[in-house]
């Protein structure tokens, strides 16, 4: 049992940083979650893809850290929103070993 988690047997986590892509594949996390625990359930909840833009966009003016000129480069679009919203691309590597 993990320490912190009062002897619970079953807890979560709600990042989204273990499925986006290039942090999926750089860091192995789909192949070292499946190595910790063979036996391990995934619960992934999407929302429609234009929506989860929309919120993100939200988010970043909220915060102050909107720049559209940089935001609506196409490198960046694609980057931070677009191709995070591909969840199929999220959860292809995932996959491989939940399935």
């Known amino acids: 049992m ?5 002897d619970q047997f079953y807890f979560g986590e709600s990042s989204t940083a273990y499925t986006i892509g290039k942090n999926a594949l ?12 063979q036996n391990i359930k995934i619960l992934y909840i999407i929302i429609n893809p234009l929506s989860r833009i929309v919120s993100s966009c939200k988010h970043l003016l ?9 935001y609506l480069d196409y490198e960046q679009l694609w ?15 995932w996959a491989k070993y939940l399935s």
């Open 2 to 6: 993990l320490k912190g988690f009062n």
């Open 26 to 37: 750089q860091y192995e996390f789909p192949r070292k979650v499946f190595n910790y625990n």
């Open 62 to 70: 909220k915060k102050g850290n909107m720049d559209w000129d940089v």
């Open 79 to 93: 980057e931070r929103d677009l191709y995070t919203s591909m969840y199929y691309f999220q959860l292809r590597e």
